[in-house]
């Protein structure tokens, strides 16, 4: 089954940062639109960021705008989340997913809403605390 691979997560304190990574060794990344995901317990998810495919165009949420910053280097079939300025309230696991041809998607919405998501990863976790 063709699968994505999140990693970077842990444990970091307020105002620390993170770099997630989102990276499959099974298919090519290049015509896949990025999106993060996370999910905190008791909360339903929620789009955090997304990439286009050629990485021109992006989208946040409001809660990581300024802190969080969304890459891609296609050459190394990964995409990633630089996450600074982290807060407790980032706490949650983080999920990477993939749109084919979703540019259109990202640029509408963070959450891909409406799309089609074709792959997964099993997600990382974050943990803000002091």
């Known amino acids: ?3 994505l691979v999140e990693s970077g997560g842990g444990l970091v304190q307020p105002g620390g940062s993170l770099r997630l990574s989102c990276a499959t060794s099974q298919f090519t990344l290049d015509n896949y639109a990025i999106g993060w995901f996370r ?3 008791g909360k339903e998810r929620e789009g955090v960021s997304c990439i286009s495919t050629s990485g021109d165009i992006s989208n946040y949420d409001a809660s990581v705008k300024g802190r969080f ?3 891609r280097d296609n050459a190394k079939n990964t995409v990633y989340l630089q996450m600074n300025s982290l807060k407790p309230e980032d706490t949650a696991t983080y999920y990477c997913a ?3 041809f979703g540019d259109d998607d990202c640029a509408r919405s963070v959450n891909f809403e409406g ?3 074709d792959y997964w990863g099993q997600g990382t ?5 002091s």
């Open 1 to 3: 089954q063709l699968q």
């Open 39 to 41: 999910q905190a317990p």
């Open 69 to 71: 910053t969304i890459s």
């Open 98 to 100: 993939a749109d084919l």
């Open 115 to 117: 799309a089609t998501i």
């Open 125 to 129: 976790q974050v943990t803000v605390s």
